[in-house]
């Protein structure tokens, strides 16, 4: 059985591999685009006055591609683009000064850049950046290797800049996108469960073999969700880290990715409930389970949800704990209840396997959505933590 508190494959480890993965996440809100501006023109005005490059237009660029929302990220990109220029342009000179510059130089000193870029494992942001160094190397020419050096000098002046115009006073982290991403979430599993409730059993004709009922593509759908959810929970820890404004963010990341990590343990049986009332209700052979009670059941198990993971629309917390102990032992006796019958109107449950499995994936659930509002943050499991794929 898996610890709920086990959430550390959910969280950024932080480490070098992870600083080198980091991607460009586009160029955010208008105060961003403003700190990037004047980022860019300070990186520009520092070129002028220090380098002795011949063209000084890497240290700018470097501040242009590098300047992200956090300083995690930023870091990440200025180590990606100026260990890339350097080996690229560091490279390219050599070669460009040992053969010369021809067709085929050119097309030979391409190709091994894009080789070596591949199997480099960054982002692709990364890795692109040794072959675009080679490229501006071999299209300027041969040159001096002390005006090579000072094209990597320029890149390092401009990731410095950038890494300095987010940690001065960086972007405090968001926990509400997370929180709204988490609420999302958990309206879509819920959302999916009432459908399965009301739609099992009352359709005009039989569903064909082969046909699904409409409820299974939007739990096939869950799983989309739950990236989203996840990429958030990930965003604001990196935002969080090296963050001087995130240190009151970071002391919460354990509970976030616990309470992720409890609706993806929802998510999945709820999708076996799906594909089990699917095959269940509406086809040529009746289910052993009338689909009035189930229904009822489902409809119950969707009032607990309310209780246990707050209201659809609302903050993703639960209620007074002993309403939602109260209603919890309720649907268990009534589960139960409908289990007993089945096994003792069909004589015994072999004959009605289905119809008690669904059922026990319901209180499986039920049992999730006690455990998520009685444990709440201080940890624990339910016995099943697998996270929605």
């Known amino acids: 059985m898996a610890e709920a508190s086990n959430v550390g494959d959910l969280l950024p480890e932080g480490g070098l591999a992870e600083v080198l993965q980091q991607r460009h996440g586009g160029l955010g809100s208008p105060m961003l685009v403003l700190r990037l501006a004047i980022a860019v023109t300070v990186s520009w005005l520092i070129a002028l006055a220090v380098s002795q490059s011949a063209i000084g237009i890497f240290a700018p660029i470097t501040t242009l591609l590098v300047v992200q929302s956090s300083p995690w990220s930023t870091l990440g990109l200025s180590l990606q683009r100026i260990l890339g220029t350097g080996i690229g342009v560091l490279a390219a000179s050599l070669w460009v000064n040992l053969v010369g510059l021809t ?38 020419g041969p040159a001096s290797l002390g005006q090579d050096l000072w094209r990597v000098l320029d890149v390092v002046i401009g990731g410095l800049i950038g890494l300095l115009a987010v940690y001065v006073y960086p972007p405090r982290p968001r926990p509400e996108a997370f929180e709204r991403a988490l609420e999302t979430y958990r309206d879509a599993i819920v959302t999916v469960l009432r459908r399965i409730g009301e739609e099992s059993g009352n359709e005009a004709a039989v569903v064909p073999e082969g046909v699904n009922h409409e409820y299974v593509p939007a739990s096939r759908a869950l799983r989309l969700v739950a990236e989203d959810a996840r990429g958030a929970l990930t965003k604001l820890a990196e935002s969080a880290r090296w963050n001087p404004r995130g240190r009151s963010v970071l002391p919460r990341l354990q509970s976030d990715a616990r309470r992720l990590r409890r609706l993806g343990g929802m998510a ?21 389970l009338e689909p009035a009670e189930f229904r009822r059941i489902v409809e119950s198990l969707v009032d607990l949800a309310g209780a246990a993971l707050g209201e659809q629309g609302g903050r993703v917390a639960p209620h007074a704990p002993e309403v939602v102990r109260r209603m919890s032992d309720e649907l268990a006796e009534a589960i139960r209840a409908a289990a007993d019958f089945l096994a003792h109107e069909w004589r015994g449950p072999g004959e009605s396997l289905e119809s008690v499995s669904a059922l026990g994936r319901l209180d499986h659930v039920r049992r999730q959505l006690t455990v998520f509002a009685l444990a709440g943050e201080n940890g624990g499991g339910d016995g099943d933590e697998q996270e929605e794929e």
Do not use: K, N
């Open 103 to 140: 067709p085929w130089s050119f097309f030979l000193g391409v190709l091994a850049a894009l080789l070596v870029a591949r199997i480099i494992p960054w982002s692709i942001a990364g890795q692109i950046q040794i072959p675009i160094a080679v490229v501006f190397v071999l299209a300027l």
């Open 268 to 288: 999945v049986q709820i999708r076996g409930v799906c594909g089990a009332a699917d095959l269940l209700f509406d086809r040529v052979e009746p289910s052993r």
